[in-house]
């Protein structure tokens, strides 16, 4: 898989099959080859991109059978893009065993010409014992390896383990190992039909967390658009959806979050593909089989609408937020909502340094997002360090205009560490001009918990207006901006580099125009400079220098002598060149790039999180900023 737009876990990409691209996330819909009800090459127009039929009901109608051997599935189903077949392993679930070997499906849906093709997996039920659920994980992934020539197919294979997360992880890793190309979560059907998102989002979260990035992850049998966004946000690829059709039958309209029946509805909203052509009335008029074809039509507009709306959040970086907001239709989402939260701390090294939209407030949970949780972590530790906490009071500062002049005055007065209430966590003054801080936007829902602040930190008190002229009375005893870019090093890089980068003999250069950070020089060199947009630096050839030498070797990746080469001219760097790299790089940060011989060539920002770099073996991995051998640099 390429990677094209990232937010976290989730992702915009694309990988190739024999019939062309497929653009993710997307939905493959389900093709019944017995009965076709809207014709696969008119989905197009709607954005459907491949779609998936079943290999086992091709093979086991001899007529159907006759015609896919002869001319292909392609042929068979009249669709000229790329194409995936299940193997039975579903029908085997519902209807008891099927007729068909492993080895027999697969080289079945090669001879048909399959663009991806599924193993006859085992499907473990919610209700199956871990011991049973451990057999049928190992079961599957021996499948896999029974398969000897995929012949130009891509093999699905599938992650199996029922509701428990250590075999799904298990299940994941084996076979990101194996031959299999393409991996669906499988088994998910069951949890699906009951709402159970919960144990749904333990499970993608095992998988995913597991599973070897560059494949593309699936959902099996989870079409419908209201758990789209939440999969997609934990790093869900492709889906594949019969719902279209099934709800149909049932005159049951699908919309991006939830269902209506055709009896109870009173309108077609604006957007469906019915819209003022009949009123209900008269839609209800129709023949049963121009029905089902109608709303199909519109449920398939409506899978394809959320599809692209979640495309959209990917590359704004605001899919999380839409998430948040969408989790409150279905109080089942909302729980799994909360799960994912949960969740955030092992999430949090797939997430980038900063957004390119702002950090939305809306309540608490809002705070559970990775990109608050790191803050919060950060300047816990820094407030559980301090000897001595100075909070503002909101009346002060919440994180306003940052550029008050009596915030510089205050803390210049006084050796306390401070901090500000930033939607009622008591943050460091010095990360006032960092993202999430800087670009937010809050509900104003967080109280001032005064009392929570102070008594989490024994050594607290609370600064408030009436105390300013006291305070403002003594006499500077520190430099803000100094500190200030220490301390953002300290939490764009790990604690103690600040020091360590700009140490004694750093200058800082101030916007006159806005008396913000512009840049940190030494002798004359320019070290790093405040991206005006996070508030995070970039940093020069002599910074990055400094950098590695300050954490002992991180936040580098070292690639191969020629790559070196181009990449010291400021070039990009491709995942495939990579040797080696820190897995703690977090996405959107500075990172050096070094030959093999251990020297700095260039700096840039990474594309990737260390957990999936030099995993994708197409695609930027960091985007290089400066070479050593630019004219640019610095003249170094
Ligand atoms: N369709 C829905 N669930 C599954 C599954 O677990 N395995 C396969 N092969 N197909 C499915």
């Known amino acids: 898989m390429e990677i094209l737009h990232r937010e976290g876990l989730a992702r915009v990409g694309k990988f190739r099959t024999a019939h062309g691209w497929i653009e993710t996330p997307t939905v493959m819909p389900v093709i019944n080859p017995n009965l076709i009800v809207i014709e696969p090459q008119r989905m197009k127009q709607l954005g459907a991109s491949a779609i998936i039929t079943n290999a086992y009901i091709i093979r086991r109608s001899p007529d159907l059978n006759a015609r896919a051997t002869s001319h292909g599935v392609h042929s068979l189903i009249g669709f000229d893009g790329p194409v995936m077949t299940d193997s039975g392993t579903f029908q085997s679930h519902v209807y008891g065993s099927v007729e068909y070997g492993n080895l027999d499906m697969v080289e079945f849906q090669k001879s048909i010409g399959s663009d991806i093709g599924t193993i006859r997996d085992i499907f473990s039920e919610p209700t199956d014992s871990h011991e049973k659920a451990a057999r049928a994980v190992r079961e599957t992934f021996e499948r896999v390896g029974e398969v000897e020539d995929t012949g130009g197919m891509i093999l699905a294979g599938p992650i199996q383990g029922s509701v428990y997360p250590d075999l799904r992880a298990r299940s994941a890793r084996l076979m990101s190992g194996s031959r299999a190309g393409y991996l669906p979560v499988g088994g998910v059907v069951p949890l699906l039909e009951s709402y159970r998102y919960r144990d749904l989002v333990s499970i993608i979260m095992a998988s995913r967390l597991n599973s070897d990035p560059s494949k593309p992850l699936h959902l099996f049998g989870a079409g419908h658009p209201m758990f789209l966004a939440m999969s997609v946000l934990m790093g869900i690829d492709m889906f594949d959806s019969a719902s279209y059709i099934k709800y149909a039958r049932d005159s049951r309209f699908l919309f991006p979050d939830g269902t209506r029946d055709l009896a109870k509805m009173v309108e077609f909203p604006l957007w469906s593909p019915i819209y003022n052509r009949y009123s209900i009335q008269e839609f209800m008029k129709l023949d049963p089989e121009s029905r089902v074809r109608e709303i199909a039509w519109h449920n398939l507009t409506a899978i394809f609408m959320e599809i692209r709306e979640i495309r959209e959040r990917i590359m704004e970086q605001t899919l999380w937020q839409y998430v948040e907001g969408k989790s409150r239709s279905h109080p089942a989402l909302f729980d799994a909502f909360r799960w994912i939260c949960r969740h955030s701390a092992s999430t949090m090294p797939f997430h980038e340094i900063s957004r390119k939209s702002p950090f939305h407030f809306h309540d608490r949970m809002s705070m559970q997002q990775p990109v608050a949780r790191r803050l919060l972590n950060h300047a816990g530790r820094i407030m559980k360090s301090s000897d001595e906490i100075w909070i503002l009071h909101p009346d002060i500062f919440s994180g306003g205009d940052s550029q008050d002049p009596v915030l510089r005055q205050v803390y210049e007065r006084t050796g306390a560490q401070i901090a500000f209430m930033w939607n009622s966590v008591p943050v460091p003054l010095e990360l006032k001009d960092t993202y999430p801080v800087q670009q937010s936007i809050s509900s104003g829902a967080a109280s001032f918990r005064i009392p929570a602040a102070v008594h989490n930190y024994g050594n607290a008190r609370i600064i408030t207006r009436d105390e300013l002229p006291e305070i403002l009375k003594g006499e500077p005893i520190r430099d803000m901006d100094m500190n200030q870019v220490r301390a953002i090093a300290d939490f764009q890089f790990d604690p103690g580099i600040g020091m360590r980068i700009f140490d004694g003999g750093s200058s800082v250069r101030v916007s006159r125009s806005t008396g913000r950070i512009r840049t940190v020089s030494q002798s004359g060199r320019i070290l790093a400079t405040l991206r005006p947009h996070d508030g995070f630096f970039t940093l020069s050839m002599d910074g990055a220098r400094k950098l590695i030498a300050a954490s002992g ?36 940060n500075e990172t050096v790039v070094c030959g093999d011989d251990g020297k700095p060539v260039a700096v840039g920002r990474a594309m990737v999180s260390g957990r999936e770099m030099g995993k994708y073996r197409a695609g930027v991995a960091v985007k290089v900023n400066h070479g050593s051998q630019e004219a640019s640099d610095n003249g170094n």
């Open 553 to 588: 070797d991180r936040f580098m990746v070292t690639v191969t002598g020629d790559s070196a080469e181009y990449n010291s001219k400021g070039f990009n760097v491709f995942s495939k060149f990579i040797i080696s790299h820190d897995p703690d790089i977090l996405a959107g």
